[in-house]
Structure formats: C-alpha cells, structure tokens
C-alpha cells in the first residue's frame, strides 16, 4: 500500500514562494521515480517536475524552468517542490506521484498518487 501525502500548498501572492512536500510509504523498490504534477480547473492534469531515488537527472516542464526547484531526502522519503516567483498560472491542485522505474513527466505512466495540495495564486 503506497501512501504519499502532500503538504505545503496554500494562498501565496504573485511573486511569492511556497514549498511543497511530499511524504512517501509503502513501497521498498530500489529504484523508483517521483514527482510533482498539477491540475487546474478545467485543464488536464501535467508534469511538473521528477526525480528519483537513484540518480540526480531531473525534469521540468518548460513553463516551470527557472523557477521551481525539484529535490529528494531519501533517508526521509521526503520531496520537496521549491516554487519561486509564483504566477496566477501556477493555480492548481498538486499531486506527488511514484512509479516503479525511471522519473518521468508522463501522467500515465503512474498509478500511485497522493490526495494533492491546493495552491492558489492571487493578489
């Protein structure tokens, strides 16, 4: 039974920052990929960043680069999600995710997700 809640979503003004968590059970793969995905309304759910427990290789989608930072405390099963100069756009739902495997963007290739995190950005 693979368990990961979120934490750390909240009200922020544009400009500002939050930090997301992710705490992970459940699972005692070698190697494993997570990461962080969100949904707002009205939209499909997308990647937003991934990492995993192995390697230091991590992704971003092109509209996060630069200012959200992806990072992993493996002896806390913990990751974490910097989010820096925050937009309106950035408004969703955020999920954490794993799989079994390689990190990746792809929403499909998981099937273990957390409850998610609202973050709303708005002056």
Do not use: H
């Amino acid at each position: 039974q693979v368990q990961l809640v979120e934490s750390g979503g909240g009200l922020v003004q544009p400009g500002g920052s939050l930090r997301l968590s992710c705490a992970a059970s459940g699972f005692t793969w070698d190697y494993f990929g997570i990461g962080w995905f969100r949904q707002a309304p009205g939209k499909e759910r997308e990647g937003v960043s991934c990492i995993s427990n192995y390697d230091t290789i991590t992704y971003y989608a092109d509209s996060v680069k630069g200012r959200f930072t992806i990072s992993r405390d493996n002896a806390k099963n913990t990751v974490y999600l910097q989010m820096n100069s925050l937009t309106p756009e950035d408004t969703a739902v955020y999920y954490c995710a794993v799989r079994k495997g390689a990190q990746t963007l792809l929403v499909s290739d998981y099937n273990n997700w957390g409850q998610g995190t609202q973050v709303t950005v708005s002056a």
